[in-house]
């Protein structure tokens, strides 16, 4: 897959506004450099599979990658792949993880991303080729807390975006936090409906695509082979002429519905039995091939149908269409009722207490959102605190 890296101020204006498209609850951006934060940077790339897993549908994460850190193919540095080509949009200098969402995430990027008005592949102030990705791990933190309007004196720091409040919160990261045990308490906090409203969802989806693929499964024929057909038809129509009027009505509709493919199959198999005997055929001006030819034909349709035992699962398969269309919206509406921030507020004030809050002018790139800073406040020895294994 061809990787294109971003700039990490591009990448996050369009991670933010595909957010806004599907509705996700946040985004959670590790803002440290290894001389600052190197203890949870790499407890974080250490632990990314457990990451993922606290995480699972409710959160993107990014997180600085250094230049010794996972290489640049698409498993390891993550991004949005784009559905209609090979192609990895990846966020310059960090390991991204998103959840999984059938496509819908990445198309609303990719949709968002096509209207950058530098956007093509030719113009190198939007898009650079991949092994750029781990040199930009030293603009990347620092262009990044510029895109947030944070100084140096914010550094290090975990921001944390609620997308449906349009609220970050910056929150401060001490010597001896764990970020395992932040994510964790602020998981728990979130619950699990995210996660169930993610599985219902993918149930529907592929519920419903292999419900599409039996309804509307469509014998296709290329041009030439209703050509071949039609020959074959002529040839024996003195056998039987109404029978292949009617195998020509039938091929004329073959790709419409896959009713007229079975009656097609089912009258090519009356005129194969009545065809005189292999011996005879040349007696009534017929090709000894004839045969073999129109049953190579209605193998090949009743190949592309739907078989009697998979169309006897198209009722159960509605059916549970039908169940999840009942028992998703009230979960979606739990899920859509979620406060992010106010999630990260008592996580906070969990590890972080007594916890102090500081409201922060939003920056240029985000003048419609409130940002608040949360810190331990000034005097308070924090506890040590176990790192996650």
């Not at 506004?17 to 450099?33: D, F, K, P, W």
């Not at 203890?39 to 699972?56: K, N, R």
């Not at 609220?167 to 906090?189: C, N, P, T, W």
Request: aromatic share 4%.
């Amino acid at each position: 897959m061809y990787v294109t890296t971003l700039p990490i101020n591009v990448f996050l204006r369009h991670l933010l506004s595909a957010s806004e498209m599907i509705n996700h609850l946040g985004t959670v951006l590790l803002l440290a450099r290894t001389v600052e934060a190197g203890a949870q940077q790499q407890e974080m790339i250490d632990g990314w599979t457990s990451f993922h897993d606290l995480t699972g549908a409710s959160l993107s994460v990014l997180c600085p990658v250094a230049p010794s850190g996972p290489s640049t193919d698409s498993g390891s540095i993550g991004g949005f792949p784009d559905p209609r080509r090979m192609e990895l949009a990846a966020a310059e200098g960090m390991r991204v993880d998103v959840p999984a969402t059938g496509g819908t995430f990445e198309r609303a990027f990719w949709d968002s991303l096509r209207q950058e008005p530098d956007f093509g592949r030719s113009n190198d102030k939007i898009r650079r080729p991949g092994e750029d990705h781990k040199r930009g791990w030293t603009r990347a933190v620092t262009s990044a807390a510029g895109f947030f309007g944070l100084n140096q004196l914010f550094m290090p720091c975990l921001v944390i975006l609620s997308t449906r409040e349009r609220h970050g919160m910056v929150v401060d990261i001490e010597k001896d936090l764990s970020l395992y045990e932040l994510f964790d308490q602020l998981l728990a906090r979130i619950g699990t409906a995210p996660a169930q409203l993610d599985d219902l969802l993918g149930q529907r989806r592929s519920t419903q695509w292999q419900l599409n693929d039996l309804t509307d499964r469509r014998v296709r024929l290329e041009p030439q082979q209703v050509s071949a057909i039609t020959r074959r038809l002529g040839e024996v129509e003195h056998m039987a002429p109404d029978l292949i009027a009617e195998c020509r009505t039938l091929l004329e509709n073959i790709g419409r519905d896959d009713a007229s493919a079975r009656d097609l199959s089912q009258r090519l198999r009356e005129l194969i039995l009545i065809l005189p005997p292999p011996q005879e055929l040349r007696l009534h001006n017929l090709r000894s091939d004839v045969r073999p030819r129109l049953q190579r034909v209605v193998t090949k349709i009743e190949r592309s149908l739907p078989s009697a035992e998979e169309l006897s699962t198209i009722p159960q398969l509605q059916t549970k269409v039908d169940r999840l269309d009942e028992q998703i919206p009230p979960l979606q509406q739990l899920v859509d009722s979620l406060s992010l921030s106010s999630a990260v507020l008592s996580a906070a004030e969990e590890i972080l207490a007594p916890l102090e809050k500081q409201r922060l002018t939003p920056p240029e790139a985000l003048a419609n959102w409130s940002f608040t800073y949360l810190k331990r406040r000034q005097g308070i020895t924090p506890p040590t605190v176990r790192r996650s294994a």
